[in-house]
């Protein structure tokens, strides 16, 4: 059963995968990656959905600053994204939404592909595969180091199964190419717009997190941590560091005080927790006293109480840095997720459904991960209006973890995960 | 005698002082700076060496990064500095030295003046005497925070009198104007090369630093610190922060706990400790270990030994704090400077010359500061050669310290500077 | 079936457990409590082996100062421990076994109760059972805070019924009463004596660690920690505080660096961590920098490996603490547990013996801890031989965590542990 | 002049100072010190005024506490301190004033020694010259480290030349013998009694300080600092770490975290300050998350402003600690001096007196030091009444600095001392 579709498809998958991967974007600034996903999706013959009719816009979290916005929308213009789509994306109104109505009566059927990338350096090494290949990325201290570049390629290679397959099909399907997952920023905004509302199965996924071999894939996913993302700014009164140093009233020092002591929350008995200061910048100049300074923080819990436990400890210790160093702090909220809890009646589905794959080899049922993922909102939403939800993982070999600057997974795994989305397609919404 | 001189020029002086204040420059990228004081000395008629000319390229510390560099160098062509100047100053080979010879026997005088910015925000408060008279920096992130606009405009003044009153002097003059004194790093690259090697007088001074009143000067200035600047950087391995905390090894961990214990190196007895971390950054993204940071250091000692005392321990606890977190670190020095002693024979001869001044009130003997000046590097070559060199102070009232948002000072002083040198210029080189 | 026991025993039960509770003993300084333990079995005719003969004295690990023990031996004197016993004991040897042979054919069962205190200071509030009882801690600074006192009485309850009922008994019994539970020094010491070579069953548990309502027992307890105990010892050098600071090498600075640092240690994917500085203490004067420092640290895993992992981390940053303030540094190990497997065929058995229990209302087959237990050595021993271990939990409710100076236990949880034990006895060992 | 005088009383005045170096007692614990002091001037003939005659109670800081007042009386009994004595110095009402009156008009002189030592431990270093001629301390963590030994000798030296030489001298002389110097403790509760309030000439000074040659003695001491003793409490609650470390409330981590920030609060540009945490207990087990925590803490500035500015810091720190980590937080001020200003015009007197000293080669006007002595009390005091004030210093090689293991002292500079003291006398007080 259209085993063949994957042996047309895979050039191409491969090829979306790395003219994406060349060309990385930061949340809310996927001007370009929107377009290149839009661009195909027309040809498809989706009905597109972009800016403001994809997302809530007043819902996004941890929005860019103005000037970068503009920079790299100037930028997106050169690089040829035409001015209608432009306007409609405007100050970081990115992602967009693809739907695909077959006009039989059928389950509404919903996919999320994230698309942002990591403000990571790429490594040059010779032995990083993208790297050997030339198409690693072109932007300095931006990386696809987590796999979107591929989850984007799997969402259009599923829409091209839809759109090519569509009289074999029953229902609906709604793809959510969704932006500024990192951070967990992007996932609320396609939410709150209603998406979700009517969906009777969302399917998400991962490339790698754990590493498995190609051809293994979970059908479910337990230990997804909630989390919450701060910004933390602190103001205190910049001096002459050598004739008056009294006079000062440090930031850095609050900064550095509060990282070192939020290391240093107390684990807890009932479940997992994380915490990472991912971002430090403080001072301007050698010989000055920092008046000012600037911390990204994100704590994590195995469970929505130990994820409030971990933010009280973690305002408390930024604001008493604060304090001890006499300067003052805004503590802003920018990202959340919530915890993730898979239907576990699609596992035996999904385990059915993949059975005929040539290239899903074994289908695990649940594989534990400890990350946080804002797809935890469209699955809640989901859940909450009585669909059912799961986020899979597909394997792959990992030299590196995710986020490191030679990430990368093995190629192969674009296409079982197509295959296996597709057999899951097959079970549920053939005719 | 002369008075008229002051009086005439006054309206210049802060016309000069407003304009350099309205577009600062960083160290080493005073590209504007350096043309705009070239052309006045030019029709003065001085004789200018710039580039290669007035600095030993090898000499300069802490360079900035070659594209900040060529992006400033855009910047000054298009602020239409001619491109023969720009030639001669390009990859911040910037300041100048100016001659002048009256063909009369008679000593050699020099006089050194800084004319480089610090990276500060200036304050937009109506209060503040820049905003409110609409010459406040239009630069983000660059300020005249700590008097160097005054001081190139009181070199300006010293400039003309030696001009307009050439006749009248005896001797040989000449005018350093030094980039990058911020971080002690280029008074070294214009001794070096040789300017002040048959120096028999030397004049600096800086404006401010005590709050005095206007028109009240000190001859020399006991207590600068010899100082040490150091860069380091962190490197360590970045990792997702949810899903393998454990791979990481945290660069900004290193480097906050470094900045903490810096900070706590045990005062000494012998006399004047200092150190700062003017500058802390790290980190890429929320939810990334750091794997790189990267820190600005400043270290300063009442006495050679005391400096270097503090120079050990600052690097002691960095390559520990590097160890403790398992990343590697390299302490990079960037920046030096020398304990200064002011030729205390001086102190009379100015008192007496300055005594028939009448805009100069006081002269105090010595007034003491704990800050750290290169100017050390030059008056030390000075005395090495058998000449004599003081520092001196410009009385101005002080409502917040330099290097501070708000710093400012009272443009009368630059009148009471002028004046100080003019009456030195007679009692020293009048025929 | 024998409930009559448990109501003829329970004053006394709970009499033993007010008599050790009020005095409470650290670890290796047990002498009254032991002399106690072995009087009452003496009476009820058990073969006893006490000091050396109990344990291997070189496998203590953590032994107190010999001035410590030395005040305790005299102590234990006053109190009327014979001299023959105090002449065993000497040094630290506490605790002891006591054996039953039935000298019918059947299996070797092992029990094992640990019966040391926490350095605590008990509660008087009046709201505290044991300070409204009048039975509270009669020794400042020392306290049952974690319920071993109730675990002795349990020992001595079952030790009676065996005694009594040794003619419905086959097999034989040893019954370990194991001094320095706290800190996991003192297990391996009894586990080299030989002990449990050969013994088939070996049954321990703990009281409390999870609230559960009295009646609820678990059968298993997966999720016991590995863990490693250190003492480290920082060695500077003093001096006057104001006079000459720079002279001083600070211990002090050093320790509270390592202990800010070590909450730090980043958390791991695969398993639970802990770390925790117990004990601080350094300097001698206010106006003295200190020259000595010491810490008692303890870190844990859920895996060995992840113990391992927090093992080196735990002492590359007590290494850097002591470098940055350069300082010397001893690092010693005081103490390990390892993990604990308890074997799942015994789940089935203890329900099943205890179904006709009337005091144990609930078996749950299995409640995860996550604490760290020295009876890790004893049951991998017995599993090593072939024989089958695990470890239980007796519910009670907890109003306070355990080493919390008002930790207490609904003592009607003795009743139920040893009607429990009494059940496994008839269930494996009856006639 | 009175050579004679020390040439007889030099073998009393080293076997003074070695008896009193082998049993150093600590602040308001001086009892056998006290005692003995006290019998020699009585034999010499002197006043004495003992316990609540001679301090003011409630004028004492820091007082020891209750249980070690107590220990250290009945240990004192054991010595042989009198009955009648201990009654009257019970409670730390140590210390001694003794009187003298000549019957002649003339001024009133004060002189002023302090007798109490340090919880050092003194080194048994076969160099260390106390240790080699069997002098050392018998008290284990208590030592003379400070030359206070010294001090009372010198004390009981002027005694004598006063006593035996009574006829040839007029006016009247009071010596205070003050206990609990280190802590600034003692002075002002003899302050407070009224013993200085007619002084005309008020003489007091220190053995060492600066290393400098048997037979120098400075005249004056300028920079003796303001400071401010504090002791710190941390009160959290305990936890078991492994089991529920989130219920803890760290009481040692908010100790660490003040130690490590009180170091790194800014120097400051108009003179020195000083911070030292002399020592921290915290914690009372491993396993324990610690729930109370300890520290003793000194801040020290050149002027009483900057004193000031150190004590509003380190207060301001400590309380942020402890919020930061939820404990609550008492800060108890045990101690204080103030600034020293001898007066001047004693110089040239000191220097013409000990002209004819054969033992003092050279008074030195002014010799700057960086300590704290409360001592500050006393001289204020007099000077406030209109009276003269100095702190000399007696020079000897110091092999190490004060407050070190192996501290030591000439004892030739108690010669020299005695010797000064009398010219002194001769000079102002000869008939």
Redesign the interface.
């Known amino acids: 059963m259209d085993s063949s579709f994957i042996e047309e498809i895979a050039p191409q998958l491969i090829k979306w995968r790395r003219t994406l991967h060349a060309l990385p974007e930061l949340g809310f600034m996927e001007y370009i990656t929107t377009y290149r996903i839009g661009k195909e999706l027309e040809k498809m013959g989706f009905q597109l959905y972009i800016g403001k009719d994809a997302l809530e816009e007043n819902s996004r979290l941890g929005l860019p600053a103005q000037a970068d916005l503009e920079a790299h929308e100037k930028k997106a213009r050169e690089w040829g994204v035409e001015e209608s789509w432009l306007d409609q994306m405007r100050g970081g109104n990115t992602g967009l939404v693809a739907v695909w109505n077959t006009g039989r009566n059928g389950d509404h059927v919903g996919f999320r592909f994230d698309i942002d990338a990591?403000?990571?350096?790429e490594s040059a090494d010779s032995g990083h595969h993208p790297a050997k290949n030339e198409f690693a990325s072109k932007e300095e201290?931006v990386m696809h180091a987590?796999g979107h570049d591929g989850h984007t390629a799997i969402g259009l290679g599923v829409a091209q199964y839809i759109s090519s397959r569509s009289d074999h099909l029953q229902g609906r399907f709604t793809l959510l190419f969704q932006p500024a997952e990192?951070?967990g920023r992007g996932a609320r905004a396609m939410t709150d717009k209603g998406w979700l509302d009517d969906v009777d199965y969302l399917y998400s996924g991962h490339i790698g997190?754990q590493s498995l071999p190609v051809g293994t894939i979970a059908a479910t996913t337990p230990g997804f941590?909630a989390?919450t993302?701060y910004n933390a700014y602190f103001k205190g009164?910049?001096?002459?560091?050598?004739?008056?140093?009294?006079?000062?009233k440090?930031a850095?020092?609050a900064?550095?005080?509060a990282?070192?002591?939020l290391?240093?929350i107390?684990?807890?008995?009932?479940g997992?927790?994380?915490v990472?200061?991912?971002?430090?910048?403080?001072?301007?100049?050698?010989?000055?006293?920092?008046?000012d300074?600037y911390m990204?923080?994100?704590v994590?819990g195995g469970t929505p109480e130990i994820a409030e436990?971990m933010a009280e400890k973690a305002t408390?210790?930024i604001?008493?840095?604060a304090?001890?160093?006499?300067v003052s702090c805004t503590i802003e909220a920018v990202?959340v997720t919530e915890v993730v809890v898979c239907d576990e009646e699609l596992i035996p589905k999904i385990t059915e459904w993949c059975a005929t794959s040539e290239l899903v080899k074994e289908v695990q049922p649940s594989v534990p991960?400890?990350?946080?993922e804002d797809v935890s909102f469209i699955m809640n939403r989901v859940q909450k209006h009585g669909g059912k939800a799961t986020f899979m993982l597909f394997g792959t070999k990992l030299d590196y973890?995710?986020?490191?600057?030679q990430f990368d997974f093995e190629e192969e795994a674009l296409l079982v995960a197509v295959d296996a989305y597709i057999h899951i397609l097959n079970g549920g919404s053939a005719i």
Do not use: F, W
Not at 369 to 372: D, I, L, R, Y
């Open positions: 990591l403000p990571i350096n201290n987590c990192e951070g997190i941590l989390s993302k009164v910049s001096s002459h560091a050598g004739i008056n140093p009294e006079l000062g440090n850095l020092l900064a550095t005080t990282a070192n002591n290391y240093g107390p684990r807890h008995h009932d997992v927790t994380r990472n200061v991912g971002k430090l910048a403080a001072g301007s100049g050698r010989n000055i006293i920092p008046g300074s990204e923080i994100e994590r436990y408390r210790i604001q008493a840095a304090d001890m160093h006499d990202g991960v400890s990350g946080s973890p995710h986020h490191h600057p």
